[in-house]
Structures are given as C-alpha cells and as structure tokens.
C-alpha cells in the first residue's frame, strides 16, 4: 500500500475515534442544561468523568498524524482556521478544568456546571463549523481571506448539527449507562435528537451537493448514485431501528439498552463515509490532496514503527478501560 494512503486511512481512523468517542462526552455538556437537579448533573460527571480525557487522547494523535505526515495541510488548515481551532482548545481547557474542580466546590459550583456546559457546546459548535468551512472551500484569493471567513450560513448549520448528533450520542450514551428517570428522560431526548439530527443531516447533504459541483458529480454522474445509494438507504434504517427501541422503552417492552448507542455511532459511520465519498481525496477540498501533502517517503518511513506501536496501544487501552467500567453508573460514591 501507497504511503500516503495509508497514513490518510489513518488519520481518517483517528477523526472518527475522535467524534466518536469524546463526540458522546461533549454531548454530556451540551444536555448538561436539561438536568436541573444537583444529583442528575452529579451522575452525568460521573458517567464520564473515567474516560474524557482518554477519549481526548484521539485528538491528539489525529493532530500528530496531519503534522507529520500531511504538513502541508496542517500548516494551510491551522493557519487558515485559527481562530476557531483556538476558540476550540480553550473551551476544552475550560471543560477540563470544570471537571477537576465541580466535584470540590460549594459556593462557586454553578460558575464551574457554566464551564463544563459551555465549553462542551462551544467546542462541539467550533468543531462542526470547521466541517463546514472545509467542504464548502477556503478562498484562494489572499484578498479575499478575512478573518471570519469560515462563518457563514451553512458552517453555522454544521456547527449546530454536530451540536446535535454529539447530544445525541450522549442521550443514548445516558440510557445505556443510568437507570430510573435519567435513563426515562434520555430516552425522551434521545427520540428528539434523533429527528433533529436526520433532518440535520438531509438539509446539509442536499446544500452540499446543490452548492458543491464536484461532489455533485461524484455522487450523481453516470451510475454513481446507484453504486452509493446503500449509504442513504442504510442510514434511514439504521434510524428507524434507533427510534423503535427507544420507543419500546417509553412503552414499557423489553429493550437492548446498549443498542440505541450503536446504531447512533452507525449513523456517524455512514455520515462519515458519505463525506470521504464525496471530497476523497482532498485533504483541502479543490485544493490540496493528501498526495500532494505527504511528507517525503523517508519522513512516512521514519514514523511507521511509532505508527504501528501506538495505534494498538492506544485502541487495547481504550477497550480495556471500557471494559473495566462497563455497566451503569452507580451514585453512591462522591467525587470521582
């Protein structure tokens, strides 16, 4: 296999591990608001609270793997998007550090459930407003690069609909995980952001290919459309068979509570596919492939041992760390 194609499905490895799965605890912050009550924000931190900063450790690694094998396209995409990336980190930090300090404070806890919810919305909106940016293009003319270029109508709309399906995720995250009214109430925002996050996800992919010439052809030229229609096709399965379990459960039938959770990851599987589908193989759409962007073979060469240790190193411990608190959270304990 080509080099740089296989650091590409690497990199592409490691933005869905991302989304995935620190994609679920941004979603804990951006539902925090519709748990009012100090016990259900307490069992919220605490069904996250052993994995959200290892879930961030895929942030990392997919931002070691665009510096040292495609520098051009890091260097073109962080300069380029500055200041949403940092807007980004420092709501992280901010999110990090209302972890640490919640479960020890009295008086000033509202300030920090503030932090924790704000800065999980912000660096989920930043995240889905850099989406947007990318698949919609960055101007080639200097004179026409501003500042806030990336904002504009439809990154606006992308940054609400991974605000969406991250509180998605979280919702079936929470029915998986809890038990009583929090798993009764997740179940009911679940249904919510179920619809929400569909809808989301037609009125972007209809704007993409109306406003997107090349994506356009890739998905409807000759038989395309044929060959990838499975995508779509699965995707509303995969819907339909998230929304009856979480509705066997409003009724009070027998349920797989972890099931919902997966066909939630599913559609951000297909979602996923759906966009390499059409921008493969830009890193920078109309810009700059990832061939173009590659390190030289002997840089590509000199990472591959690191590559080959810390990929299964880092997917045996996440597993494990799973496994180990697999089952649902219990609120007898304090702290974290």
């Known amino acids: 296999m080509d080099l740089a194609l296989f650091y590409f499905l690497v990199l592409g490895f490691a933005i869905f591990m991302y989304v995935l799965l620190d994609g679920f605890d941004l979603g804990i912050g951006i539902l925090y608001p519709w748990f009012n009550q100090d016990d259900e924000r307490d069992h919220l931190m605490r069904s996250i609270s052993h994995v959200w900063d290892g879930n961030e450790t895929w942030l990392v690694f997919g931002g ?16 380029t998007f500055y200041l949403p990336i940092m807007l980004m980190l420092f709501a992280l930090i901010f999110r990090g550090v209302a972890f640490e300090y919640r479960f020890k404070s009295d008086t000033s806890r509202p300030y920090w459930d503030v932090a924790f919810s704000a800065g999980s919305a912000i660096a989920a909106f930043c995240q889905g407003m850099l989406l947007g940016s990318l698949v919609q293009g960055v101007p080639t003319d200097v004179d026409s690069l501003s500042s806030l270029h990336w904002l504009t109508p439809f990154s606006i709309l992308t940054g609400f609909s991974v605000m969406a399906g991250y509180a998605l995720l979280a919702a079936c995250y929470l029915f998986m995980k809890s038990r009583g009214r929090i798993q009764a109430h997740s179940a009911k925002l679940a249904k919510r952001l179920l619809l929400i996050t569909i809808l989301a996800m ?3 992919s209809l704007w993409t290919v109306a406003s997107q010439v090349d994506i356009r052809q890739r998905w409807f030229s000759g038989l395309n459309f044929l060959w990838l229609s499975p995508l779509p096709i699965i995707t509303l399965v995969v819907a339909v068979l998230a929304w009856k379990d979480l509705h066997h459960h409003s009724i009070g039938e027998n349920h797989h509570e972890g099931r919902p959770f997966w066909y939630a990851a599913t559609l951000f599987l297909l979602g996923f596919a759906g966009l390499v589908v059409g921008l493969f193989p830009y890193l920078i759409p109309r810009q700059l492939t990832f061939m173009d962007a590659a390190s030289p073979d002997s840089s590509l060469l000199f990472l591959l041992p690191g590559i080959c240790i810390f990929v299964p190193l880092i997917c045996a411990y996440t597993f494990w760390g799973y496994r180990v608190f697999a089952g649902k959270v219990e609120d007898y304990q304090e702290g974290y």
């Open 202 to 204: 037609v009125i972007v």
């Open 64 to 79: 070691v793997v665009l510096f040292a094998a495609f520098p051009a396209a890091y260097a073109g995409i962080t300069s």
